[in-house]
């Protein structure tokens, strides 16, 4: 089975930073693509930053020069470093996973005090 764990998530002030792992209990060396997603209550779940295996990004508008997602292959890891939040960041953080078909983690809570 492939297992997708998140950490890091916590409660930070707002303009402080965090920084979310996922590990994959398979090699994410040939993932097409890895992504992140979060959802707030009562809020539909919105791509974060996503990176292709080419190394390529792309980021919600909403969090573009903030936020930047990174992977490491010999860990099976994948980064997701989060500055200068904000409490309209506040959100359960998914990891999701390309390599045939997508896989979820079961997410991490980040919550952005004022």
């Known amino acids: 089975q492939v297992q997708l764990v998140e950490s890091g998530g916590g409660l930070v002030q707002a303009g402080g930073s965090l920084r979310l792992s996922c590990a994959a209990s398979?090699?994410?060396?040939?993932?097409?693509?890895m992504s992140w997603y979060r959802q707030a209550p009562g809020k539909q779940r919105e791509l974060v930053a996503s990176?292709?295996?080419?190394?390529?990004?792309d980021y919600a508008d909403s969090v573009k020069g903030r936020f930047t997602i990174s992977r490491d292959n010999a860990k099976d890891t994948v980064y997701l470093r989060m500055n200068s939040l904000k409490p309209e960041d506040t959100a359960v953080y998914y990891c999701?996973?390309?390599?045939?078909?997508?896989?979820w983690g079961q997410g991490t809570q980040v919550t952005v005090s004022s």
């Open positions: 999701k996973v390309i390599w045939v078909y997508a896989y």
């Open positions: 398979i090699s994410i060396f040939r993932a097409k693509t």
């Open positions: 990176i292709t295996s080419d190394g390529n990004t």
